[in-house]
């Protein structure tokens, strides 16, 4: 089909050939950590989304499914192995979601739970720092079950998405997607 009514094209999902190295070199201190999550599809779809938004790195907690999954990779379109995993300062990946909280808070990274309880504050007033320079982590929990109550002790602050239906919650990778760009809007929507 080619040109639209005012002559521009669609970009089509694939790496471009055009795309600059320095586009890429250049991540968010941003941290998601994905506790216990069940779906390999949704893994798929949150690391596409942390490449997309250039985060620094997503850490896969427990038994969240992990490339090369295929279920993983055909969700994440190529955007996998363009994705920082992370491990643990001992270098192991299979990691514990607590570890990787207190070792996170150990290196001064301020720690969000998005959960839905009832001491949440909404993401439109959650204290995420206006300066880029400060370094966040985001726990999105199990699918059934949510964030593990241990963790979500560690954390500086819980958020949620405020929810206007008889549901509480949403998809993980779409609360993802809403968190992260919340985010960006917030450190470039000036």
Known sequence: HGNGIDGTMRLNDHVSNTTSPERNSCKHPITIILDNVRSAHNVGNILR???TSQVDTVRLCGMTPRPPHPKVLKTAMGS????SLGADDDGTTNLSTLRTVLDLKAKGVLIFGVETTKNATSLWNAPIPSDENIPVAYIFGNELIGVDVDVL?????IISIPTYGIKNSLNIANCVSVVLWETLRRWHGK
Do not use: N, Q
Request: glycine share 0%; hydrophobic share 35%.
């Open 153 to 157: 002790r560690e954390c500086d602050s």
């Open 49 to 51: 989304l942390a490449e």
């Open 80 to 83: 996998a192995e363009y994705v």
